[in-house]
């Protein structure tokens, strides 16, 4: 059973479509995440909802809009997507703030 | 602020050989400190974490970690390397009073048989 599971695993979209990324956990975990990786394997932080409520934004422009339906889902919307926001998205989720984040497989986005 | 130093880029050891990747934090309290792996194509996986208690940690697939406070260091060593275990390693820094996760840049790690 896949504990963080991220759909899809591959998007190639143009520059200005909008674009979603869904993110499932089964581990009844309280906190999920999403992290930017960019060519660099830098990764940062975006976002982190816990219980659906949003904890940390970290600057990302307007244009990403998370949006947790329940616990276990943490989608991310992308508006009018530019060349740099090419990227590996990974989503992560732990049980309580402050521990051990498990980590989905990554979607690799590729804007055109 | 907090930030992770992860000096080397690249590191190429033979299979069977010892590995020490090297961590080094920034934080003003004692911090939650993890290392990940990331296998090419793959996500993360946890090798293993440090809370409290005990500094030398055991971790998955032959790994440990120290945490050396006083060198505000938390190094990566396996005593023999597979060549299944080229990957890249990150090392992770985390706040007690956040749930924010800093991550070191990486390290690349390749194996020659």
């Known amino acids: 059973d896949t504990a963080v599971s991220q759909t899809p695993k591959y998007l190639v979209t143009q520059m200005g479509n909008d674009k979603s990324i869904k993110c499932e956990q089964n581990l009844g975990h309280d906190t999920m995440y999403w992290y930017k990786q960019d060519s660099k394997k830098f990764l940062k932080i975006m976002f982190s909802y816990n219980n659906k409520e949003l904890i940390i934004n970290e600057t990302v422009p307007n244009r990403f809009s998370p949006k947790s339906p329940d616990k276990a889902h943490l989608n991310l919307h992308i508006n009018s997507l530019e060349l740099g926001d090419s990227a590996v998205y990974f989503c992560a989720s732990s049980q309580y703030q402050q521990e051990t984040q498990y980590f989905g497989p990554g979607t690799r986005l590729l804007v055109l | ?113």
């Open chain 2, 1 to 113: 602020a907090q930030s992770v130093t992860q000096p080397d880029i690249h590191i190429t050891v033979s299979e069977g050989a010892s590995l020490e990747l090297r961590c080094n934090y920034s934080y003003g309290a004692t911090p939650y400190l993890f290392w990940y792996v990331q296998s090419p194509g793959q996500g993360l996986q946890l090798l293993l974490k440090y809370f409290s208690g005990d500094t030398l940690v055991q971790g998955i697939k032959g790994f440990e970690a120290e945490f050396k406070r006083s060198q505000s260091s938390f190094n990566l060593r396996k005593p023999s390397v597979h060549w299944s275990d080229a990957a890249e390693y990150f090392c992770a820094v985390g706040a007690r009073n956040t749930d924010k996760l800093i991550f070191g840049t990486g390290t690349r790690l390749q194996v020659f048989p």
